[in-house]
């Protein structure tokens, strides 16, 4: 498809598990978000890469989510040691441009709905 | 730190009324703004991005005004379908493509 494609949909773990959540961007596009969006709150920014580079984490609410851009395409967010508190809907966007350069909005994908037991 | 704000949190409307929906932003520096639609068990759809510059934008029945100097978006929509139904969010664009998302404005249109 030529949208944002996010796996899984769904995800059940139990406290204390590790989860990995993945997120294929629209073909050549050059940022890549993560947003975790809690119930009947709008998305939260949790990081931004440009290409493979992780410029901003300064939304990660702790050391324990991890995210990676390996090879500027497809990303991986991790979430280690699972809290009931990281149930949420984690929401992946990308834009074809560079921050700051032109004004293209931003591709979402349907999310990855994660509820930790 | 920007915050966002949107009134009313959810607004219910019979079909073919005009409607406004209201997002407020605290820090005037913007980049852009943009309004983007929910659907259920979905991610966000666009709708109309304004640039700092800019004073409105339109798209068929949408219209979105930006006041950057009082902090201020609008969204019109013009003759609501109940295939408008869905929750409505503004997301204020700081320099450096980050979003900061209101809580979304949540609209039923009555058949």
């Known amino acids: 498809g030529a949208g944002v494609s996010q796996s899984p949909r769904y995800k059940v773990a139990k406290r204390g598990q590790d989860v990995a959540l993945r997120c294929d961007p629209i073909?050549?596009?050059?940022?890549l978000f993560w947003y975790q969006q809690a119930l009947g709150q709008g998305p939260e920014f949790l990081t931004y890469?440009?290409?493979?580079?992780?410029?901003?984490k300064s939304g990660l609410p702790s050391d324990r989510f991890f995210a990676e851009r390996p090879e500027g395409s497809v990303s991986t967010l991790k979430i280690q040691r699972t809290q009931q508190e990281d149930s949420a809907v984690y929401l992946c966007?990308?834009?074809?441009?560079?921050?700051?350069?032109?004004?293209?909005?931003?591709?979402f994908g349907d999310g990855t709905r994660l509820s930790i037991l | 730190k920007q915050e966002v704000t949107q009134i009313p949190a959810a607004l219910s409307v019979p079909e073919g009324e005009n409607l406004v929906l209201n997002c407020s932003f605290t820090?005037?520096?913007?980049?852009?703004l943009q309004w983007f639609r929910q659907d259920p068990g979905k991610g966000l759809t666009s709708l109309l991005l304004?640039?700092?510059?800019?004073r409105e934008q339109t798209s068929g029945r949408l219209n979105a005004s930006l006041d950057k100097s009082s902090g201020r978006s609008t969204l019109y929509i013009a003759a609501s379908q109940p295939g408008d139904s869905a929750t409505y969010l503004c997301?204020?664009?700081?320099?450096?493509?980050?979003?900061?998302f209101g809580p979304g404005t949540r609209l039923s249109v009555l058949p």
């Open positions: 966007a990308s834009s074809p441009v560079y921050t700051g350069e032109g004004n293209q909005p931003q591709h």
């Open positions: 304004i640039q700092s510059s800019q």
């Open positions: 890469f440009q290409n493979e580079a992780q410029l901003d």
């Open positions: 820090d005037s520096a913007i980049y852009n």
């Open positions: 997301a204020a664009i700081n320099y450096g493509q980050n979003f900061v």
């Open positions: 073909s050549g596009h050059v940022s």
